[in-house]
Nanobody, 116 residues
Framework: QVQLVESGGGLVQPGGSLRLSCAAS????????MSWYRQAPGKERELVAF????????NYKDSVKGRFTISRDNAKNTAYLQMNSLKPEDTAVYYC?????????WGQGTQVTVSS
């Protein structure tokens, strides 16, 4: 059974940092791409960052480039999203996704709130 469990969310002040983790099980982690998405209240879910199965290719939403870093540790079956210089507009539920298309799997999400 595929499981993706996000952690690391919370309340942080503007300019602060958080590191999200996505612990995976039930599949061969190293063979699948990983992505982080987010969904703010009243908005559609959007792609934030992507990393290839081997970690050699990454892509980011323009508004987070230079502030967020996606990474993965295939030995630990875990993906990460390091978020620095957080802004109020980064407030959302963050989800990790394994794979793409109709066979993708999603985690349950973790809340990130950026507020003073």
């Amino acid at each position: 059974q595929v499981q993706l469990v996000e952690s690391g969310g919370g309340l942080v002040q503007p300019g602060g940092s958080l590191r999200l983790s996505c612990a995976a099980s039930g599949f061969t982690f190293s063979s699948r791409t990983m992505s982080w998405y987010r969904q703010a209240p009243g908005k559609e879910r959007e792609l934030v960052a992507f990393i290839s199965s081997g970690g050699g290719v990454t892509n980011y939403k323009d508004s987070v480039k230079g502030r967020f870093t996606i990474s993965r540790d295939n030995a630990k079956n875990t993906a990460y999203l390091q978020m620095n210089s957080l802004k109020p507009e980064d407030t959302a539920v963050y989800y990790c996704k394994a794979g793409v298309g109709s066979t993708a799997n999603w985690g349950q999400g973790t809340q990130v709130t950026v507020s003073s």
